[in-house]
């Protein structure tokens, strides 16, 4: 019988929505979190720092051991993670004497899930048999932003109707679809991109300047993409003073929305289109966007730069993959493991350093989001770089 190829990509449609959901959910409850369990906000930030520092742990080891562990196990183990720790986010604050500390362990074990989902659903999808395997990555992709979409909506409606008093039920709805995609996984056809023991290792990858090359554009892509989305709502609420709610809806919604679209149309139409080009078009449209966000005087129009930011960031992080696949078809399991722990530096780094010059500025966003503009520059010049090679091959 022929694999049905089919039921892989389902599964890794749904490990993105699953990556979504770990990502997206528990910021909504944050100051739910401080108001029940009397958390300081200082501690409160500290779960976000602990989901993207404990997928950065998860990227380096299935870089040294996921080939050794078999793709088919750690991708169940991703589910079994990610449903494990949104049901314990449910009851072990309760639970445990300290609430923070429940609150903590979960994330931890879903953001462990989320981790592996990261790493392992790209090579898994481009060691299928698809045609145009840059669309199908794109496509592939563009299910977190659906997920994430999908998450802030759902949840804001369910809190609307329910009330916020109703989290745990939601949190564990939340938890079936990664429950039911341990099925999936487990049953699915799940190729190798390379031979057992024939990938290149890290010292291998760390020999090629291409490779760096590819890591930082996955850095500043990451950077790019981060530090306008976490900073999206609270613009939308500084420069047009709208309250928490429409300023998620207006914000990082919207945001998720229009890098969804980007993913959809070269996920559709790629195989009509030049990789790069669309890269370098999307690069100079982000370069755009942080000018209006920092310069515009008119907060709407600033609002707008940011929103179709998400549009110009979309194809960076699957495009680069893609990139990397082709140029290093033997990269195997610890190229993808590295390229997503540089996009998870730079989505840490980015926010951050937004933050930290908007908070030296008077607290102006503003000029933040003026220092967020170094990372589609920096981008842009690694693309430069990367076509020139490509033109003297």
Not at 115 to 131: K, Y
Not at 200 to 219: D, E, H, N, T, Y
Not at 292 to 300: E, K, R, V
């Amino acid at each position: 019988m022929t694999p049905n190829y089919q039921k892989t990509k389902t599964a890794c449609y749904l490990g993105f929505i699953t990556q979504a959901i770990a990502a997206n959910f528990a910021p909504l409850l944050f100051l739910k979190f401080h108001n029940d369990y009397h958390i300081s906000l200082g501690n409160i930030a500290l779960i976000s720092t602990c989901f993207f520092f404990t997928q950065l742990l998860v990227d380096l080891f299935c870089a040294k051991f996921v080939d050794r562990i078999g793709y088919r196990v750690s991708i169940v183990a991703s589910e079994v993670c990610a449903a494990a720790g949104l049901i314990g986010l449910a009851f072990l604050p309760d639970l445990l004497p300290d609430p923070f500390t429940g609150i903590l362990c979960s994330v931890v074990v879903y953001a462990v899930g989320s981790g592996l989902i990261e790493v392992l659903c790209s090579p898994i999808v481009e060691a299928c048999p698809f045609d145009n395997k840059e669309a199908t990555m794109s496509l592939l992709h563009s299910f977190y932003c659906w997920g994430a979409v999908g998450t802030i909506l759902i949840s804001t409606i369910f809190f609307a109707v329910f009330g916020m008093n109703s989290w745990k039920w939601l949190t564990i709805l939340w938890a079936l679809i990664p429950a039911v995609n341990i099925y999936n996984f487990a049953t699915c056809p799940i190729e190798h991109l390379v031979d057992e023991g024939k990938g290149m290792g890290i010292r291998q990858l760390s020999r090629k300047p291409l490779f760096w090359l590819a890591v930082c554009l996955m850095i500043c892509s990451g950077a790019s993409e981060l530090a306008m989305a976490q900073w999206a709502s609270a613009y939308a609420e500084a420069a047009l003073g709208l309250s928490k709610t429409i300023g998620d809806l207006a914000g990082p919604c919207l945001f998720a929305v229009t890098m969804g679209i980007s993913r959809v149309i070269f996920g559709k139409y790629g195989d009509r289109m030049d990789l790069m080009k669309f890269m370098t078009g999307s690069g100079l449209l982000c370069v755009v966007c942080y000018l209006l966000t920092s310069l515009s005087s008119n907060p709407l129009i600033g609002l707008i730069g940011c929103i179709v930011c998400g549009f110009s960031v979309g194809i960076m992080w699957p495009g680069t993959i893609s990139i990397s696949s082709e140029k290093f078809p033997v990269g195997g399991t610890a190229m993808f493991a590295l390229l997503a722990m540089a996009g998870d530096l730079g989505g840490s780094i980015g926010p951050g350093i937004v933050g930290r010059v908007t908070q030296y500025a008077d607290d102006n966003i503003r000029v933040g989001m003026g220092i967020g503009l170094i990372f589609p520059v920096i981008l842009l010049a690694m693309l430069f770089l990367l076509g020139k090679q490509k033109k003297q091959r």
